[in-house]
């Protein structure tokens, strides 16, 4: 997750099948371009090990520094990563209560911290763990603070394999190169998030378009910018408080639409006029989860104060489409609040608001195939699922994680724990996966 309070393929026929996004260049299965991975559904083709602990399987460990969850991203042999690190230098505005520091005030209502923060994109070796190079983009100090649970590094980066697209909200927009050079960089604004609690959008890439959803307590827009130059090529305000949802760029009948998920409104632009091509009846309170998308669908939903979902069949959605043959179901239960849903063989994993209770749904006709079934471990979940071969896994906040048996039977695999504290949503490729937690970014390995 980033707490997104908060797609790179596997092959480039399987990013052309799920539509979800078209990088400029050839992905490999062994990369994980944004942060839901290669196709933007949380669905990986690597195959790394279904067991692992401080003393198995661990290939390396390395300690990052500062405060982030944002989910990793890696291309061939690299993974970046952001941080916000607290360089304990007092900041020019008025400080927030005594103790306060990166963790702001009761209910995430106080002021911004204290101190000065560095704004890093960060390289590290995916053999070694190695730090490759460690660039900041920004020293100031945050003008807002977070929620508890949050972070000033909760945007995911992206990549075309050329150029790295590094997003802090307030802080900025950065595209570098991969060797850690800043290209161009775009000041948008400054957010204010409702009740204070932070920002966690992660920008969308579709060829040389860069997408940022914008919504806030104030002026809500939604910007598309030239991946070359930083330049605006169309903005267009929204009628929306504060989300945290990263839109998705699909292509329908030839042309990429952005889908975006907020309270008010379910909306999709077209992405080169920013024309909107429809909408329909909004989510709840506190928008988080991303879309996923499969065979000419996408699927929306959200949990916090309520519970929504729905199936829109994009062939026909034009105007607006609340209640029409376009929205081809609806399910108002057991839908989750953080965690992305997973969309894998036609079958949609979600958790109960931020709990280990999962509901699985087909996708086709959103009926129920099991479920709400408790996990057991994890309890408390942020993090969205991904999934591989007859696998699928869920990361507790605790170190806690299942694997359960992809299909339409629950079965836990294995149960798994790390010593750190997990918000980001796990990374595979090839055969490892990469876990960020507060303090260490882990690479589980067979045989490490």
């Not at 949380?42 to 602990?53: H, L, M």
């Not at 802090?168 to 570098?176: C, E, K, M």
């Not at 605006?232 to 949802?245: L, V």
């Not at 999962?358 to 996708?363: I, K, M």
Request: aromatic letters at 8%; proline letters at 6%.
């Amino acid at each position: 997750m980033s707490l997104s309070m908060r797609t790179g393929v596997i092959g480039t026929l399987f990013a052309t099948l799920l539509g979800g996004w078209s990088p400029p260049v050839e992905a490999r299965a062994s990369d994980w371009p944004t942060w839901r991975g290669p196709g933007g559904n949380g669905v990986a083709s690597g195959t790394p090990p279904t067991t692992w602990s401080e003393s198995n399987n661990v290939e390396w460990k390395t300690s990052i520094p500062g405060l982030g969850t944002s989910t990793p991203i890696v291309w061939e042999n690299r993974i970046y990563l952001t941080t916000a690190v607290d360089t304990g230098k007092a900041g020019p505005n008025t400080p927030p209560q005594a103790g306060e520091t990166q963790t702001r005030g009761r209910r995430g209502r106080g002021g911004p911290p204290a101190n000065i923060f560095k704004f890093s994109l960060m390289a590290v070796d995916l053999e070694t763990g190695k730090v490759v190079w460690d660039q900041t983009l920004r020293e100031a100090q945050p003008h807002e603070g977070t929620h508890p649970d949050g972070t000033h590094a909760s945007n995911s980066p992206v990549t075309d394999g050329e150029r790295l697209f590094a997003f802090f909200g307030s802080n900025g927009v950065y595209a570098l190169d991969l060797d850690g050079n800043v290209l161009w960089e775009k000041d948008l604004g400054d957010m204010q998030t409702r009740l204070g609690f932070g920002e966690g959008a992660s920008p969308a890439l579709w060829g040389d378009s860069l997408v940022v959803q914008w919504d806030h307590e104030g002026d809500s827009f939604i910007v598309t910018l030239d991946a070359n130059t930083g330049d605006e090529r169309w903005r267009k305000a929204r009628a929306e408080g504060t989300s945290w949802t990263t839109p998705r760029v699909i292509e329908v009948n030839g042309r990429p639409q952005v889908i975006t998920v907020a309270t008010a409104k379910i909306r999709s632009y077209d992405l080169e006029t920013g024309d909107l091509v429809w909408e329909a009846s909004g989510m709840t309170l506190n928008t988080i989860p991303s879309p996923v998308y499969e065979d000419g669908k996408v699927y929306l939903m959200s949990g916090f104060r309520g519970n929504a979902a729905m199936a829109i069949d994009l062939a026909s959605a034009k105007g607006d489409i609340t209640e029409t043959d376009s929205v081809l179901w609806t399910l108002d239960r057991d839908t989750p609040y953080v965690p992305s849903p997973l969309l894998y063989d036609g079958l949609i994993y979600m958790l109960k608001s931020n709990d280990g209770i999962l509901t699985v749904v087909d996708a086709a006709s959103g009926d129920v195939v099991y479920g709400p079934q408790r996990l057991g471990d994890p309890a408390n979940v942020y993090a969205s699922p991904v999934g591989w071969g007859d696998n699928v896994l869920f990361l507790g906040r605790d170190g806690a994680a299942a694997i359960i048996k992809a299909g339409r039977n629950f079965e836990v695999l294995s149960t798994n724990e790390l010593e750190d504290r997990f918000d980001a949503s796990p990374v595979i490729v090839g055969d490892r996966l990469l876990l960020r937690g507060r303090s260490n970014l882990y690479s589980i390995k067979a045989g490490s």
